[in-house]
């Protein structure tokens, strides 16, 4: 399972990710909006953990440039604000999954994160080809 955090909080990214690399999935871990654009032009992710609010970037920039060149990954929302709190996000980003506090304990984010993570039939269908 590939995986981008995109988490400006480099303790709590950090944490994040060791959580997520104890359950076999690889990792790339960037702090602002303007790097994750750039790690989705040089890899494929299954799953992308994305603060709400980002500095150098938009989140939802991210988020839609993750629909247009990787339709088949899925976003885990995070944040520590009440933006989207009426559960408007999923209607703004299509390949939201999922959306939830910062807080949220680390192996819990972890769990979502590898639910939605699984190889998906479209996944195996472009691998092979």
Not at 109 to 127: P, W
Request: charged share 15%.
């Amino acid at each position: 399972m590939q995986v981008l955090i995109v988490q400006g909080n480099v303790q709590l990214g950090a944490l994040w990710q060791s959580h997520l690399e104890r359950l076999g999935a690889q990792v790339v871990y960037v702090r602002t909006g303007a790097a994750a654009l750039a790690a989705l032009e040089k890899g494929c992710f299954d799953v992308i953990v994305l603060d709400l609010v980002l500095d150098g970037g938009s989140a939802l920039a991210v988020a839609d440039m993750a629909q247009f060149r990787q339709p088949q990954t899925n976003v885990v929302f995070v944040t520590d604000t009440t933006f989207f709190s009426d559960g408007s996000i999923f209607g703004y980003s299509a390949n939201a999954r999922a959306f939830i506090q910062t807080a949220t304990p680390p192996k819990d984010l972890a769990a979502i994160v590898h639910h939605y993570g699984g190889v998906s039939a479209d996944r195996v269908a472009l691998t092979d080809r």
